[in-house]
């Protein structure tokens, strides 16, 4: 009995080693990084103050810096995508480690999917989308397709019971398989994929040789050593022509949206590793097309519907580290988690979602895969929707939340900055940013004649002073 206790205890001992060290080593590296231009703390007393605002006609976002010493956070409003579109598009990022992910995100990966965005809407509008929705196959030389091993639609599939009707794909299957025969095909809805390996970098050769070592059937954290990552490059996420995200005449922003997350970590990733930077960032993300709501969710940022009766609907579930699936996949890649402060992928990460945080990201411990949640606004009959990183869900409920921008409707932006201080004041550490979406007078879509996206100038809001805590590493 005291040998076992002594083993775990030397796991323990080993695993807190571990963690601080890589963790400092880490720290160091994020102090080489150059000062991001939204880095604006001056060290005054009002410091915690600053922060961020957008309103528009029917959306409106407020973010503070609060007690961390920089603003990770990013959000972006567009009550009209380029203007012409009719599609809206909100996004809150929650940058860690660093600004440089949820920087990358706002840049590249919102104007990719803008771009797919008016592509497809340019699309349907040209009246080609049923000749362009048949067309979401090619035939490779093996008769199989890559539309059809897309990530979200194995995602979908994995999900499928045997006596649910609505998740079976093999009618669409027949149908494509059908089209293959009478329809010539063409290369547009695919690109070849890259097979290219690279040594693999320091930050994830140092976390492979200090995981291994733990497991073995005595391992506390049930750790796994079976996996399937053999220090090779990934290929590159297989690039879609706009017109494969039209079927049967609508736009699927699922697979749009799964695939440009994919792709942009991938870039995230690449570009991380030439400059030795560990930053990551959570993605929520909200698109209104007429009365549809699509929200794709990866990491620990929330969205939340207060429908007609004033009960608050979940837009999107928390990718926690200690969830059953979560820790089982993390398992799995031969990872685990440990108990600082809050459950932690490998002792680090407090989400088990993100873009970037590449010496997790290499051994597929985190993983950018969003979720993907549907919603006919028409059934629901919403009042408003609100997006936010987790400072504001650090201390508030979904049904807090609700009911406090409730009661601050009527405020020229909704609410969100009420909710956002509110926060603060309750003790929230992180970064806080609020987003709400207004639906007025029963109609439940986003008006068209918004203007472009603004990325908003830094404000100091208020003149007293609070005092800061030290932050909690996410």
Request: a positive charge.
């Given at each position: 009995m005291k040998r076992s206790i002594k083993k775990s205890?030397?796991?323990?001992?080993?695993?807190?080693?571990?963690?601080?060290?890589?963790?400092?080593?880490?720290?160091?590296?994020?102090?080489?990084?150059?000062?991001?231009?939204?880095?604006?703390?001056?060290?005054?007393?009002?410091?915690?103050?600053q922060c961020w605002e957008e309103v528009q006609q029917q959306s409106s976002a407020f973010a503070i810096l609060g007690r961390r010493p920089r603003m990770e956070d990013r959000f972006i409003i567009e009550e009209n995508v380029n203007n012409d579109t009719g599609i809206s598009f909100f996004a809150v990022f929650d940058g860690h480690g660093g600004e440089f992910a949820a920087d990358f995100a706002k840049d590249i990966l919102v104007k990719n999917i803008y771009h797919k965005i008016t592509e497809t809407a340019a699309l349907l509008k040209g009246g080609g989308a049923g000749s362009v929705g048949d067309q979401l196959t090619v035939n490779n030389g093996n008769n199989t397709s890559d539309y059809e091993n897309s990530p979200y639609l194995k995602r979908k599939s994995s999900r499928k019971d045997e006596n649910n009707k609505e998740n079976d794909t093999s009618a669409s299957v027949r149908r494509r398989d059908s089209l293959r025969k009478s329809l010539s095909t063409t290369d547009d809805c695919s690109s070849p994929?890259?097979?290219?390996?690279?040594?693999?970098?320091?930050?994830?050769?140092?976390?492979?040789?200090?995981?291994?070592?733990?497991?073995?059937?005595?391992?506390?954290?049930?750790?796994?050593?079976?996996?399937?990552?053999?220090?090779?490059k990934p290929a590159p996420p297989t690039s879609f022509d706009a017109k494969c995200y039209i079927e049967n005449g609508k736009i699927n922003f699922g697979k749009m949206i799964t695939d440009e997350v994919l792709a942009a970590d991938y870039k995230l990733v690449?570009?991380?590793?030439?400059?030795?930077?560990?930053?990551?960032t959570t993605a929520l993300i909200a698109i209104i097309q007429g009365t549809r709501l699509i929200v794709a969710n990866v990491g620990d940022s929330r969205g939340v519907m207060c429908d007609s009766r004033g009960v608050a609907i979940p837009l999107s579930f928390d990718h926690k580290p200690q969830q059953v699936r979560e820790r089982k996949r993390i398992h799995d890649a031969g990872g685990f988690i440990a108990f600082r402060g809050v459950w932690r992928v490998a002792g680090i990460l407090a989400t088990s979602r993100a873009l970037g945080?590449?010496?997790?990201?290499?051994?597929?411990?985190?993983?950018?895969?969003p979720d993907i949640l549907t919603f006919e606004l028409n059934d629901h009959k919403p009042i408003f929707l609100i997006l936010a990183s987790d400072g504001l869900w650090?201390?508030?409920?979904?049904?807090?939340?609700?009911?406090?921008i409730k009661e601050h409707i009527h405020e020229s932006d909704y609410g969100a900055k009420s909710l956002a201080m509110q926060s603060y004041y309750r003790g929230s550490v992180d970064n806080i940013t609020v987003l709400v979406i207004l639906f007025r007078n029963g109609v439940y879509k986003i008006g068209s004649n918004a203007g472009s996206p603004v990325i908003s100038s830094p404000t100091n809001s208020g003149s007293s002073s609070l005092n800061k805590n030290t932050p909690s590493s996410k």
């Open positions: 205890l030397t796991i323990h001992g080993a695993v807190d080693v571990w963690g601080r060290g890589l963790l400092g080593r880490l720290q160091a590296t994020l102090g080489r990084q150059k000062a991001n231009r939204m880095k604006l703390i001056d060290g005054s007393g009002s410091a915690d103050h994929k890259q097979n290219n390996t690279q040594p693999t970098d320091v930050f994830t050769s140092k976390l492979n040789s200090l995981i291994r070592p733990l497991g073995g059937k005595d391992n506390l954290f049930n750790i796994s050593n079976n996996s399937n990552n053999s220090g090779s690449e570009a991380a590793k030439k400059s030795t930077n560990i930053a990551g945080d590449y010496p997790l990201k290499d051994k597929n411990l985190v993983i950018a895969n650090d201390t508030f409920s979904n049904e807090e939340a609700v009911a406090y």
